[in-house]
């Protein structure tokens, strides 16, 4: 092989193998298809099992997978325990005393690792555990981009600065959102994941007690579980009228001044997206389609592909 010959075919390896690492970037549905085709399987009746026990649950499988892609990726670093090199982000303000039912993700995963040990990533898991819980719970389907890797490090300070706060106004809920490439309408339907869960009543306390943007009613009524002072922990659903289905009435909540949070009635402030609420509380058909595409753009968040990260064994620690 003359000098010439060689350089083209040395030129010709660099090419392809950049094709290639090109194309491990790319998240696929059928990633599991040959290396794990019960996986998707496997997450549903595991999901579907735990929502059944406590329907709650399907929120807070739903809020993980959000609370992780808003931080540097979808990479399951919300996961993390702390360690020696790292502070995890279960601290962080955002998810202390927040975050909930961790060992629902070990079960999933044992079950998975079960079927294919070592193969799909707690990332993945989070993702398809969201659509799967938002389905359990009367919502839309949507496909799942699938060949995440799990990262091996966590950052509390980008979870305390990047998770949008229940006090955020408009501008600051529309600049959290444009910051992870977000419109605003993409920010707007995503908020109607707020249609199932509970919040805490630290997280509203001061717009019961201060604010006139709310039902004097429904304020009222939510005294009674959180009073000025003490009391924290104690919760109140997200949407007043159907915490646990998945459905438009988060928006027609908005309209009557009945958004629990402080970032919630936001949006139905008489700013630019007052409209999308308008649009979104009379046509569940058209916030069903937009909140499927909306999450999927979710899960592709700087996620970690190719030799990038690990498929962790156990969620909660690096390999």
Not at 93 to 118: F, H, M, W, Y
């Amino acid at each position: 092989m003359t000098s010439s010959s060689f350089l083209k075919f040395i030129s010709l390896g660099l090419v392809l193998l950049l094709l290639l690492n090109v194309a491990s970037a790319q998240l696929s549905p059928t990633f599991y298809s040959t290396s794990c085709p019960k996986a998707l399987s496997t997450i549903q009746t595991a999901v579907k099992a735990q929502v059944n026990k406590e329907r709650r649950m399907g929120a807070s499988l739903l809020r993980l997978h959000f609370h992780d892609c808003f931080v540097n990726g979808c990479d399951a670093s919300v996961l993390l325990d702390d360690t020696a090199s790292f502070t995890g982000e279960k601290t962080a303000g955002a998810n202390a005393n927040s975050l909930r039912r961790l060992d629902v993700v070990d079960t999933i995963k044992t079950q998975v690792e079960a079927v294919c040990p070592g193969v799909v990533s707690c990332a993945d898991i989070l993702a398809v555990a969201a659509r799967d819980s938002v389905v359990a719970l009367g919502g839309p389907t949507w496909t799942v981009q699938l060949g995440r890797r799990d990262s091996t490090t966590a950052s509390l300070s980008t979870a305390n600065s990047d998770i949008p706060a229940p006090t955020l106004d408009l501008s600051g809920l529309t600049s959290a959102f444009t910051k992870k490439g977000f419109t605003a309408r993409e920010m707007v339907v995503l908020s109607g994941s707020h249609t199932i869960g509970q919040a805490r009543c630290t997280t509203f306390r001061a717009r019961l007690y201060n604010e006139t943007t709310i039902d004097t009613a429904y304020a009222t009524s939510l005294k009674t579980s959180c009073p000025s002072t003490g009391s924290d922990n104690s919760v109140s659903p997200l949407d007043a009228t159907s915490p646990i289905t998945f459905d438009n009435a988060y928006y027609k909540n908005l309209a009557i001044k009945k958004g629990l949070l402080h970032s919630d009635q936001q949006i139905f402030s008489g700013g630019s997206t007052s409209t999308l609420v308008n649009s979104y509380s009379t046509n569940s058909a058209v916030f069903f389609s937009d909140f499927g595409k909306a999450m999927v753009k979710m899960g592709n968040l700087s996620p970690l592909t190719g030799t990038s990260g690990q498929i962790r064994t156990n969620c909660r620690k690096t390999n």
